[in-house]
């Protein structure tokens, strides 16, 4: 069965540090990936994705995502975070060659210090 | 409607009573799904409904739990005699059903609480 693994469950950086959340998956064949995010009393929104084609892809605010196929792994990156990327990021798997299940990681709180 | 829509937001129970969670998807969604989040658990997945296809209910924790969909529309998730574990915040989420997935868009969720 699919996993997603997040090492890192609670995060505390200062502003303007550099931010890089791990994410390993355990499936083998074609996947889809995606990086949630999840602000303060808010809904879970898509934040990147990737599908095919440059495994470096790049979301909104300023957040980007490798895609490293020989790792099982889409690591999730910012240079600069700021006090409002306070939040809960969830990395999530889809099979392609299955359903659309979406299996999701337990998260990283991430905490920014002003 | 505008985005996917769960209620109640919030439900207190007592342990041993059921409980319904409603979800009303985005119009032409044809994928639905419910997730259990937990503090240190992430999103648990539970129940997968794709158009008239059978649901995939791999996630559902016990028999305790059951899921419907209505017409390919509104989807109610049911647990039965609530335990104190079974608190937790329940999500609802929708995609458009095509292949592969594109994105999944969440309602705000349903904070169940069993005293």
């Known amino acids: 069965a699919q996993s997603v693994s997040q090492h890192n469950h609670h995060v505390i950086l200062s502003e303007a540090a550099s931010l890089e959340l791990g994410c390993n998956y355990s499936?083998?064949?074609?996947?889809?990936l995606f990086w949630y995010v999840q602000y303060p009393g808010q809904h879970l929104q898509l934040l990147l994705k990737?599908?095919?084609?440059?495994?470096l892809v790049k979301g909104i605010k300023g957040f980007e995502a490798e895609f490293i196929k020989s790792k099982f792994s889409f690591n999730l990156r910012k240079p600069s975070v700021q006090w409002s990327d306070t939040a809960e990021y969830f990395c999530?798997?889809?099979?392609?060659?299955?359903?659309?299940?979406?299996?999701f990681g337990t998260g990283t709180l991430l905490a920014v210090q002003p | 409607g505008a985005g996917v829509s769960q209620s109640p937001s919030n439900k207190v129970t007592e342990k041993g009573k059921d409980v319904e969670l409603r979800c009303d998807p985005i119009s032409g969604h044809t994928a639905l799904y419910w997730y259990r989040q937990s503090l240190g658990q992430g999103l648990e997945f539970l129940i997968y409904f794709q158009g008239n296809s059978a649901p995939d209910k791999s996630g559902l924790p016990s028999d305790r739990f059951s899921a419907e969909r209505t017409g390919g529309s509104v989807s109610t998730l049911t647990i039965q005699r609530t335990q104190q574990e079974d608190s937790a915040v329940y999500l609802c989420a929708n995609s458009l059903g095509g292949r592969p997935l594109t994105e999944a868009f969440f309602g705000q969720g349903t904070r169940l609480t069993v005293v």
């Open positions: 990737y599908f095919s084609g440059d495994p």
């Open positions: 499936y083998g064949g074609t996947v889809n």
């Open positions: 999530a798997v889809n099979d392609r060659g299955a359903t659309n299940k979406l299996i």
